[in-house]
């Protein structure tokens, strides 16, 4: 009996530590549900997702600073990167509305997700 609950409360506790960034900071997630498909599509070539979604981009990137970040994810760094989220898609959402070329939003989309992968890299392996 004492080694069942042994092996249980491993289980739990290895279940806790094996969340995801995603389950522990859901508006990284709600904002990789968006900027993965519109970030794909303009490496592919069609802009039309990032035409018809850059205000949900910018949105979800300001969320990131207004909702909860849980207290591991506080850090210096990956505040920071989300600060530049921030202004890098309030730039890409102006960009959009302005309709500059092809090639200065597919160079945009692409520094926006970039810094989205540096902030996922920051909270640690997934």
């Not at 004492?2 to 859901?26: D, G, N, R, Y």
């Not at 981009?57 to 850090?75: C, D, S, V, W």
């Not at 921030?86 to 102006?94: F, N, R, S, V």
Request: aromatic share 6%; glycine share 4%; net charge negative.
């Amino acid at each position: 009996m004492k080694s069942i609950v042994i092996l249980v409360l491993l289980f739990a506790v290895h279940s806790i530590s094996a969340q995801t960034t995603f389950e522990k900071w859901p508006a990284i997630k709600e904002l990789h549900e968006v900027v993965s498909p519109v970030f794909h599509s303009a490496e592919a070539g069609d802009l039309l997702p990032l035409k018809t979604r850059s205000g949900e981009l910018m949105m979800k990137a300001e969320a990131l600073l207004k909702l909860n970040i849980p207290e591991e994810f506080r850090t210096n760094e990956i505040l920071s990167a989300a600060e530049r989220l921030q202004l890098e898609g309030k730039a890409l959402h102006q960009s959009v509305l302005a309709k500059v070329s092809d090639a200065e939003l597919t160079k945009s989309i692409t520094a926006f997700h970039n810094t989205f992968h540096l902030i996922i890299g920051f909270c640690g392996p997934n």
